[in-house]
């Protein structure tokens, strides 16, 4: 289990709660949460918050005598058996509930092979996917999920990206100068979200934060109707401040 350095509370509390739960799978026979945080230097008012996210995501559980043990999540994802389909079913839960929290429809997406790929989002009738009338993989100039990801890569990989990408005008707002968009990223502070103001489609407002476990450049975004603008930047700190879970997940994975 590893997590790449992102200066990020979202970070901090994910590599946190690994150490807690590595600590817990030491001790098939559970362990108290005195001797978690003597083990782990943890202290206790952080340590019960970690505690509370892993049982809530199922990967330990509190027995009768107040011990904490591994939970079934975890249990399942230890297995060679459906181990792939366990990873999902955990990410979707752990989705859905952060769909719930901020209130808009969430995705998880990644730069693979020099692409852009969603690669799972939770949405309901109360908060509507983005529909793709133009394919992720070429409009990352105008999202927030691909200003987000090519923030992530070094100069030479903005580079490359959009040389072979042309910057297609989406909407009356959307960037089509690579020297405009390129300054933007080189500027964007990373605990910054990136926004995405009807630049891909009129009426949708997105906003996108990092998380990157292993080696692997991702993100967490979200989509809101444009009625729901006046909503964006709080979706965005609670979607920030709730990547732990997500954060976790992917750090098992890796």
């Known amino acids: ?22 600590t817990v799978a030491r001790h098939s026979t559970g362990v108290t949460d ?3 945080a003597r083990h ?3 202290g206790p008012e952080r340590l019960t918050g970690l505690l509370l996210m892993l049982r809530r995501e199922g990967y330990v559980e509190q027995v009768a005598d107040g011990s904490y043990v591994t939970g079934d999540a975890l249990t399942r994802l230890g297995s060679a058996q459906g181990r792939e389909q366990a990873l999902r079913e955990n990410l979707q839960r752990t989705l859905d509930r952060l769909r719930d929290s901020v209130g808009a429809a969430v995705y998880i997406s990644r730069y693979v092979d020099g692409e852009i ?3 799972q989002y939770a949405a309901g009738p109360a908060t509507p996917v983005v529909n793709e009338w133009v394919d992720f993989r070429y409009s990352a100039h105008a999202t927030a999920i691909g200003k987000s990801l090519l923030g992530q890569l070094d100069h030479n990989g903005r580079r490359d990206h959009l ?7 989406l909407t009356s707002r959307t960037i089509t100068s690579d020297k405009v968009l390129l300054s933007r990223l080189e500027s964007q502070p990373p605990t910054v979200p990136h926004l995405d103001l009807q630049e ?6 997105c906003a996108a934060v990092p998380i990157t476990a292993g080696s692997s450049v991702g993100c967490l975004a979200l ?3 444009i009625e729901h603008a006046h909503r964006l930047k709080q979706a965005a700190d609670t979607l920030n401040r709730n990547a732990a879970p997500v954060l976790l997940s992917l750090a ?3």
């Open 1 to 22: 289990m590893a997590l790449t350095h992102e200066p990020t509370a979202p970070y901090h509390s994910a590599q946190d709660a690994l150490r807690v739960l590595e």
């Open 200 to 205: 891909y489609a009129v009426g949708t407002v």
């Open 117 to 119: 790929k969603i690669d």
């Open 252 to 254: 098992i994975q890796s």
């Open 34 to 36: 005195a001797e978690l």
């Open 163 to 169: 040389s072979r990408h042309k910057m297609a005008r």
């Open 40 to 42: 782990t230097g943890i």
């Open 223 to 225: 989509s809101l109707p």
